[in-house]
């Protein structure tokens, strides 16, 4: 059996995580999407890659960090063609109760979304310290 005094640097541990999580307000809560406005403005095609440009409303009283936006592609018909997510569909940063103009370069391969003619847009992650 092992001594008891041991164990002190694990509880240690465990106290000091409880007091950061319950503490920290928010720590680690993702944005609400509904505290954005997202607004695609055009798309060009290049190369290898997709540019879109857009503009990110924040009524968020917090500066975001890695704003994640997930982007859907419908054609005339209104029929899903696809979407993108994920570390290239990320604006580095928006500021609080601000619009951030952004371009987001998307390669090819990630997306298939040729005959689109609309799109929709949302905040789906980000950090916030």
């Known amino acids: 059996m092992k001594p008891i005094y041991k164990y002190i640097p694990f509880a240690f541990m465990a106290v000091v995580l409880v007091v950061i999580l319950t503490t920290t307000n928010n720590f680690m809560v993702g944005p609400n999407p509904e505290d954005f406005s997202i607004e ?23 500066d975001w960090k890695k704003l994640g936006l ?11 063609l696809d979407e993108t997510t994920g570390i290239e569909a990320q604006i580095p940063f928006v500021a609080s109760n601000s619009k951030e103009n952004f371009k ?5 391969v990630v997306v298939d979304i ?16």
């Open 40 to 62: 695609i403005t055009k798309i060009e095609e290049r190369e290898s890659l997709y540019a879109i440009f857009g503009i990110a409303e924040s009524r968020s009283s917090k």
């Open 70 to 80: 997930e982007i859907e592609f419908y054609n005339q018909d209104g029929e899903f």
């Open 104 to 108: 987001l370069n998307i390669p090819k």
């Open 114 to 129: 040729e005959g689109y003619s609309k799109t929709e847009a949302k905040v789906a992650s980000g950090y916030s310290f």
